[in-house]
């Protein structure tokens, strides 16, 4: 007999909450923020309208299903079921944060601050979840599926990201590396620069199409379902031995950029999350990929 749906409801911790951890009440948190020029009340006003949307998507899901929660910070140690139907609530970034755990399973995201959010993932507001989560969950559910990038080194490492993967130092230091494009029989070049950063049509909103406008590329950035990434480097270096000659690009289906290290340490991670990141040392190679899963997020 088959499981019943899971409902999986993601959410982040709130500045709010954030803020009581570090002060310890309501008033030192107060008295901290009106000592910078800041309202607490603002926000407190956020973090209440976090927790009803969250309460009013909890109270949508069927009385047949199951349901749990998992905060952003444990996303990397839950374990996500094939009968999942993942409910993000929160912002944008989230589902993003969420995308790289999964394997197929239904997305619906849920604003939980309207207005303040570009809605580009959380599509849906909070009192529509009740008609939206048992249409996830059926045979014929309207999906978007959304390009994955995907970085794999040579011991096998794997990191996935929604948005983009960036491959540089941790720190300031200069990033240097050979870089090489799969399939296209030009020579790899020694470059130095502050990295890389590969990324999706859904990135194309963010940082990618910062680095795009800040050199005003010509590149088509591609759509969040083509399969098609954008490379870019960022500030390389021209010198005696490292050159400039490959700073963007694209990616198709089955090509690969390929950086082989040369420097002691580097790191690549997706989405901005550092604390989930691949350590890349000298003379290791990263190759990044379009990747074969895809985000199923519910239009």
């Given at each position: ?11 982040r ?8 951890a ?32 969250l309460?009013?998507?909890a109270g949508?899901?069927p ?5 749990t929660?998992v ?6 140690r839950f374990?996500f079921?094939?009968e999942?139907v993942?409910?993000v609530?929160?912002?944008?970034g989230l589902?993003a ?15 939980a ?11 849906h ?15 014929g559910?309207?999906?978007?599926e959304l ?9 096998a490492?794997r990191l996935?990201?929604?948005?983009e ?12 590396y ?10 790899a070049e ?13 990135g194309?909103?963010?940082?990618l ?15 969040p ?15 005696p031995t ?18 082989t290290v ?11 999350v ?12 990263v190759?990044?990929t379009?990747?074969g899963?895809?985000?199923r997020?519910?239009?």
């Open positions: 007999m088959s499981l019943a749906p899971r409902a999986v409801l993601v959410h911790t709130t500045e709010y909450e954030e803020l009581l570090r002060h310890g009440t309501h008033g030192q948190a107060a008295f901290f923020l009106s000592a910078r020029g800041r309202s607490v009340e603002a926000v407190r006003e956020r973090h209440e309208r976090a927790h009803r949307a309460a009013e998507v949508a899901v009385l047949a299903w199951r349901q929660r905060e952003r910070a444990d996303l990397d374990l079921g094939p999942d993942v409910v609530v929160g912002q944008d589902v944060n969420a995308a790289k755990y999964l394997t197929g399973q239904p997305v619906v995201g849920i604003d601050d309207p207005g303040r959010n570009p809605g580009v993932l959380v599509r507001r909070a009192d529509q979840a009740w008609r939206l989560l048992p249409h996830a969950a059926g045979a559910a309207v999906v978007d390009t994955m990038v995907e970085a794999v080194t040579d011991d490492q996935l990201a929604l948005n993967i960036y491959v540089g130092p941790p720190g300031h230091q200069t990033a240097r050979t870089l090489g494009l799969d399939g296209t029989g030009l020579p020694a470059q130095a620069s502050s990295g890389v950063l590969v990324g999706t049509g859904t194309a909103t963010g940082w199409r910062s680095l795009w406008e800040q050199r005003s590329s010509t590149l088509a950035l591609p759509a379902s083509d399969a098609r990434l954008a490379w870019f480097v960022r500030e390389a270096w021209p010198s490292t050159g400039t000659t490959r700073v963007e690009g694209l990616l198709a289906a089955g090509q690969g950029l390929r950086l040369e420097s002691d340490r580097l790191v690549a991670f997706g989405d901005g550092e604390s989930d990141a691949l350590h890349l040392t000298w003379g290791q190679t190759t990044l379009v990747a899963p895809r985000l997020l519910v239009g």
